[in-house]
């Protein structure tokens, strides 16, 4: 039996980070081999049926990838992608749209939309918009002797380009919130763009984040997806897609396939050895040009490299990396008929038809009651059902050609999803939430929550709620760490730059060669951002001269080459 293995390339995890990067370097000619701990691919993108006929998603649901160069990079519907997503065709974003509050329905009005057209670069010609949400998401951060300032940070060079009477020094010390009061008329609108912000990435009420949360929202709407559940199969759907396209160009993928150490001889990465109980026979694994990490950064320096190679003090600001992020409690109802709102909150036509929602966004003060509990206090809400902050997708959004539920004569809509706090920190402990009884009430509660609005969710019509923690989502995924959705804390202490320790935020690791990180826990900007990690990662490992890419790739136009390295933009 063969007992060990070399390829230029070895990838701790299959999550979509590690999956992503693998097929660029493949697609690069290199020879690739991930492996995953678990018995399927895909980390936290999955589908599941628990019950024949009925999909759920547990964790990711919307596609924040639409402004990614991967789509063309990848081409990744010659692997299967499929999107109701026409670039030919206008979207209509002059259609009356409504935000949920407790009195009911609150029209989003002219200057809203043209406020956050005008702040996301949407007035400013085709190219604007997108190059909004490259230069914030798809572009490394700068090499760490260049001094950031508001000439290169790169979505500053986009609005002085595209948009200068929006262009200010200030935008760099703004939250969300001031930029929005700035430009945005009602307050319901401005507290769900901050809410979806909260729930996607940089936070809508953090300071020197205004712009990264701004595109953290503007990155899963219409121009840059023509609906945020739009991939055919949902966000699993692309995962297969991803992971077909670096099959196709020869990456091997290993499954129960347990990494736990990386080897460092010399000070440089040269392979893995994977845990006793592996299903792969060739326990070690040697890597002739990289290993990167696409699992979480606690586990990957504190047990796969460990003390031996790593200086104490290193070891414990990875150990402080703070985790503060946020949960998402997720939760699925199964019923006999369709939701049905009630009467101060159904649509006019012709949107009468229960698409989803996001409640309670009434007002900052509800806002910043959700943020206590959550971020500040750390315990399981102490709110009223009415006041919890929630958002959902309904049924009605998915790809009608493949449904979530097939069953006959039956309906699931979900996730509803709300932020709880992390169960790490929870003053509680770990398990607060997930104590005997206390999920059923976490399930009525968001139940009650949801019955604001949908009038049938009686005894008579609700099948079953299937619903999961973020303890549940941890056990599911290895690849979260604490139950933390998004990993880290989000906010400017831990974007660009400074993510996850200045010293990481390139992808590589000082002091050993030949290693490089890009799990959403180590990286930037992290995994909402989708295809963001492997593209990045990309400008490090070709001026590392670890990836030689073919004429099919370009870099970020604002990338900073490392002095004396093969700039990126040249290959
Ligand atoms: C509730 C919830 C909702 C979300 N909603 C969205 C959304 O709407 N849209 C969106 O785009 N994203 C969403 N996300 C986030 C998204 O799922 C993650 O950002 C993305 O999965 C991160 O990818 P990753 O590859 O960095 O990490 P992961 O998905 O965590 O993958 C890491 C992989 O590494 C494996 N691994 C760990 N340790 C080892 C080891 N020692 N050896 C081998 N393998 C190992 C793990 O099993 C895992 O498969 C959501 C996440 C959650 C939890």
Not at 71 to 100: C, H, S
Not at 246 to 260: D, L, N
Not at 306 to 320: E, M, S, T, V, Y
Not at 533 to 560: C, F, K, Q, R, T
Request: net charge negative.
């Amino acid at each position: 039996m063969a007992t060990e293995e070399t390829y230029d390339v070895v990838i701790i995890g299959a999550g979509h980070n590690g999956t992503t990067t693998a097929a660029y370097l493949a697609k690069c000619g290199l020879s690739v081999c991930v492996l995953e701990e678990r018995p399927e691919s895909g980390g936290a993108q999955e589908t599941v049926e628990p019950l024949a006929g009925v999909r759920i998603q547990p964790h990711a649901i919307a596609n924040y990838g639409g402004s990614a160069p991967g789509w063309e990079q990848l081409e990744l519907w010659k692997y299967g992608f499929r999107m109701d997503w026409d670039p030919n065709a206008t979207v209509e974003l002059d259609t009356d749209r409504y935000i949920f509050t407790r009195d009911g329905l609150s029209r989003v009005t002219d200057q809203d939309k043209m406020g956050w057209a005008k702040i996301a670069c949407m007035l400013a010609g085709e190219d604007a918009f997108r190059d909004l949400m490259r230069a914030t998401f798809w572009c490394p951060p700068h090499p760490p002797d260049v001094e950031l300032n508001e000439n290169n940070i790169p979505f500053m060079q986009v609005y002085k380009q595209h948009q200068p009477d929006v262009w200010t020094r200030e935008l760099l010390e703004m939250t969300m919130f001031d930029l929005m009061d700035e430009y945005l008329e009602t307050e319901p609108f401005k507290v769900s763009q901050a809410y979806i912000a909260l729930s996607s990435g940089a936070h809508g009420h953090m300071e020197g984040v205004a712009i990264p949360a701004l595109c953290s929202a503007a990155t899963v709407m219409p121009p840059a997806v023509a609906k945020p559940v739009a991939a055919r199969g949902n966000m699993h759907g692309y995962f297969h897609a991803l992971i077909r396209a670096a099959i196709a160009h020869g990456a091997v993928f290993r499954t129960c396939c347990p990494v736990e150490e990386i080897i460092i001889s010399n000070g440089r990465a040269a392979g893995v050895r994977l845990r006793d109980d592996a299903t792969w026979a060739a326990k070690t694994i040697w890597a002739r040009k990289a290993v990167i990490s696409a699992a979480h950064i606690k586990p990957t320096f504190l047990d796969m490299i460990g003390p031996r190679h790593l200086d104490a003090g290193f070891l414990q600001r990875i150990k402080d990396l703070s985790l503060k992020g946020g949960s998402l409690y997720m939760s699925h109802y199964l019923t006999r008929d369709e939701f049905r709102y009630r009467d101060k909150y159904r649509l006019p036509p012709p949107k009468d038809a229960f698409t989803g929602a996001f409640f309670n966004m009434e007002s900052r003060e509800i806002y910043f009651k959700n943020v206590e509990n959550v971020l500040g206090r750390q315990e399981n809400l102490t709110l009223a059902p009415d006041e919890a902050m929630w958002g959902m997708v309904a049924s009605s959004l998915y790809d009608p050609t493949n449904p979530q539920c097939t069953r006959p004569d039956r309906h699931i809509n979900g996730p509803l999803w709300m932020m709880v706090p992390t169960p790490q920190y929870n003053v509680d402990g770990m398990t607060a939430m997930d104590k005997a009884d206390e999920k059923k009430k976490w399930d009525e509660f968001m139940r009650a929550s949801l019955a604001c609005i949908v009038e049938n969710l009686d005894d008579d019509n609700l099948i079953r709620i299937i619903s999961d923690s973020p303890l549940e989502q941890e056990m599911r995924n290895t690849g979260m760490l604490g139950g933390s959705w998004y990993g880290i804390r989000c906010d400017r202490d831990q974007w660009w730059n400074e993510r996850p320790l200045p010293e990481l935020a390139r992808y590589r690791v000082p002091g050993i060669d030949g290693l490089y990180l890009a799990h959403q826990s180590a990286a930037h900007p992290g995994g909402l951002c989708l295809m963001a990690v492997g593209y990045n990662l990309m400008h490090i490992l070709i001026e590392d001269e670890v990836a030689d890419p073919g004429d099919w790739w370009y870099a970020s136009p604002w990338y900073i080459p490392e002095e004396g390295k093969r700039p990126a933009n040249a290959a």
